[in-house]
């Protein structure tokens, strides 16, 4: 396909139906930051009342940084993935002392952050400083593979690329991406997902019963119900001890989960 049309047919849906987020309203560094750590591998549906409650209780990275882990894991609870909200406070730390408050305008100071990869760099330089980044998300991915590589398996992301650089609209990177992925996120819905496509396509693995949902119970109850022994916690949430201590043992690495005098927080 032509890129010019194919600019044309994604920005036309785009004005007839493109998506509305409380984050992208108002866009600034820190609401957008704060939505693509919670966008992680999550419903935008799911997102929407956090990132509200969020940004009414830290509307400024000091505020997240002064807040105790525990009262930032207890706001964080049932979206998953827990480690991101600590990331996300590490982040806030670091744009506090050493940003003047402010979120980094470039991929390349973004990536410094904690827990930004090229991605999430890309992505709150577009949608807060309308920066021409140029990264790939699956939606993003979607899209590309349905117009430019229809019948191709195994595309690797390399060769996604340079169709997105040669696509970008530099003039407006914002609204260009968020037209890209209301576009993808559309195309999933009316027909088979493109991204299986791709090279870098995985199945997400089962959460009722995995290694990571006995995580999430553990962080869950520490978070609410306060320092506990290995008996207290597998008491509370029900998992076999000898599991539990492997669980512990993984967010104690993590440093999600730390023992002090005999009990288990979260530091």
Same mark, same amino acid.
């Given at each position: ?69 525990? +009262? ?20 806030? =730390? ?43 998300? +699956? ?35 914002? =609204? ?11 195309? =999933? =819905?009316? +027909? ?76």
């Amino acid at each position: 396909m032509d890129i010019k049309e194919f600019r044309k047919v994604i920005y036309s849906y785009y004005e007839e139906s493109g998506r509305h987020f409380p984050w992208r309203e108002k866009p600034s560094g820190w609401g957008v930051l704060v939505s693509e750590f919670m966008l992680q591998q999550t419903q935008t549906d799911r997102v929407i009342p956090y990132w509200l409650r969020w940004m009414k209780l830290w509307p400024k990275p000091s505020l997240l940084a002064a807040s105790p882990m525990e +009262t930032v894991q207890r706001e964080w609870s049932g979206l998953g993935y827990n480690r991101r909200s600590r990331f996300l406070r590490q982040c806030a =730390k670091f744009i506090t002392e050493d940003h003047q408050g402010k979120v980094p305008e470039t991929p390349e100071i973004l990536k410094t952050l904690p827990g930004i990869g090229n991605y999430t760099a890309g992505a709150v330089a577009a949608f807060a400083y309308n920066y021409p980044s140029v990264f790939i998300e +699956t939606n993003i991915r979607s899209v590309v593979l349905h117009f430019f590589f229809p019948d191709k398996e195994g595309v690797e992301d390399k060769e996604i690329f340079p169709v997105l650089e040669e696509a970008l609209d530099r003039d407006n990177a914002r =609204k260009w991406y968020y037209a890209l992925m209301d576009y993808g996120a559309a195309l =999933k =819905k009316v +027909t088979a997902n493109p991204g299986r496509r791709s090279a870098a396509y995985a199945r997400q693995s089962r959460f009722e019963g995995s290694f990571r949902q006995l995580r999430g119970r553990v962080v869950k109850c520490l978070a609410f119900k306060g320092p506990a022994t290995g008996e207290e916690i597998a008491r509370r949430t029900g998992i076999d001890e000898e599991e539990l201590y492997k669980v512990i043992d993984s967010l104690e690495k993590e440093m999600m989960v730390a023992e002090k005098e005999g009990r288990y927080c979260i530091p």
